[in-house]
C-alpha cells in the first residue's frame, strides 16, 4: 500500500513539472516572436531610410554631372576669350609703337583699342559666371558629402544593431561575453609577415599607422588569403566562413607603433551542432531533467524486491 502511494506521489510531482516546463516553453516561444517581429519591423524601417537616402545620393551625383558639363563649357569659353584678348592687346601695342607713322596706322590702333574694351568686358561677364558656377558646384559637393555620410552612418549602425555591438575596452567585451550569444577571442598582433591563429581566422599586420589611427592586415580564410587596408579604429570588418551561420567579426580597440590589440567574434554554435541540441532535448524525457537538477532521486522499480 505505501510502495502504491508513493508511486502516485511521484507520477503527481512529474505531472507538475512537466505543466510548468510547458508554461515557460509557451512563455519563451511569445517572448521570441514578439523580438522576431520588432527587430523586423526596425529592419524594415533602417532599408526605408537607406534607399531614401541612396536615391538623395543619386540625384546629387547627377545634378553634379549635369554641373561639371556647364563648368567646362565654360572654361572652353573662358579660355577662347582669354586667348582672343590677348590677341588684341598685343595687336593693340604693336599698333601704338606706330602711332606716329601714319594716321591710318594710329586709326588701326583706336579701333583695337575698341576691340580690347569690348573683350575685357566679355572677359569679365564670364569669369563672374565661373564663380557662380563653381560655388554651385561647391554647395552640391558638400551635400553629396552629407548625403554619403549620413548613409554610411546608417548602414553602418543598422549592420552593427543586427549583428551585434561593438566593444571598446576589455570591460565592455567581459559584458559581449556574458550575453551568450558569440564566443569573443582577444590577440594582440605584432607587424610580421608570419600569419597567427585567432579562433577561426589566421592574422597577420602589415601595417600600423597610430596618427591616422588606420592598419593593414592580411587574412586567411577557409584557405583562401586576402586582405584590408587602411581599416579604421573600432571599424568591423565582417567575414563569412563556410558552415557558419552568422559572419565572423574582426574589431581592432587599440593601435600602438607596430602593435594592434583586438579580438575575433564568432557564432558560439555551429548550425549542425545547434540542430543537434535541439533534438536531444525534444527527446530527453522529463524525469531525466528531473533527476538531473536533483531535485528528485531515481524512480524504484515497479517490480518488488525479493
Known amino acids: 500500500m505505501q510502495e502504491h502511494q508513493g508511486m502516485d506521489e511521484h507520477e503527481h510531482v512529474m505531472g507538475h513539472d512537466a505543466t510548468g516546463t510547458n508554461r515557460w516553453l509557451v512563455i519563451a516561444i511569445v517572448a521570441l516572436l514578439v523580438v522576431a517581429g520588432l527587430a523586423a519591423g526596425y529592419g ?104 554619403r555620410a549620413d548613409l554610411e552612418g546608417n548602414i553602418s549602425s543598422t549592420r552593427d544593431e543586427l549583428n551585434g555591438s561593438i566593444a571598446k575596452t576589455h570591460e565592455e567585451l567581459v559584458v559581449l561575453e556574458k550575453r551568450g550569444e558569440r ?26 599607422d597610430t596618427k591616422h589611427k588606420n592598419y593593414d592586415l592580411e587574412m586567411i580564410v577557409d584557405d ?14 565582417w567575414i563569412h566562413i563556410e558552415n557558419e551561420s552568422q559572419p565572423v567579426q574582426i574589431v581592432v580597440n587599440r593601435i600602438e607603433r607596430n602593435l594592434i590589440h ?30 538531473d537538477n536533483g531535485s528528485q532521486t531515481q524512480p524504484s522499480s515497479s517490480q518488488p524486491q525479493p
Open 224 to 237: 583562401n588569403q586576402m586582405g584590408k587596408k587602411k581599416v579604421n579604429l573600432y571599424e568591423p570588418i
Open 44 to 147: 524594415y524601417r533602417q532599408q526605408l531610410l537607406v534607399g531614401h537616402l541612396t536615391a538623395q545620393q543619386t540625384v546629387a551625383d547627377l545634378t553634379i554631372t549635369q554641373m561639371q558639363g556647364q563648368l567646362d563649357a565654360v572654361t572652353s569659353k573662358l579660355n577662347d576669350m582669354t586667348a582672343a584678348q590677348v590677341q588684341a592687346q598685343a595687336q593693340a601695342q604693336s599698333l601704338g609703337t606706330k602711332q606716329a607713322e601714319k594716321k591710318t596706322a594710329a586709326g588701326g590702333a583706336r579701333t583695337g583699342a575698341k576691340r580690347a574694351t569690348v573683350t575685357d568686358k566679355r572677359f569679365k561677364q564670364l569669369q563672374s559666371e565661373l564663380t557662380e558656377q563653381q560655388k554651385q558646384l561647391k554647395d552640391t559637393q558638400d551635400l553629396v558629402a552629407k548625403n
Open 183 to 208: 564566443s569573443y577571442t582577444e590577440f594582440d598582433l605584432m607587424k610580421a609577415k608570419q600569419f597567427q591563429r585567432v579562433g577561426p581566422v589566421t592574422l597577420s599586420l602589415r601595417k600600423a
Open 262 to 291: 583586438g579580438y575575433v567574434s564568432a557564432p558560439k554554435y555551429k548550425p549542425s551542432e545547434l540542430a543537434t541540441s535541439g533534438a536531444t532535448s525534444a527527446l530527453t524525457p522529463v524525469a531525466a531533467h528531473v533527476r
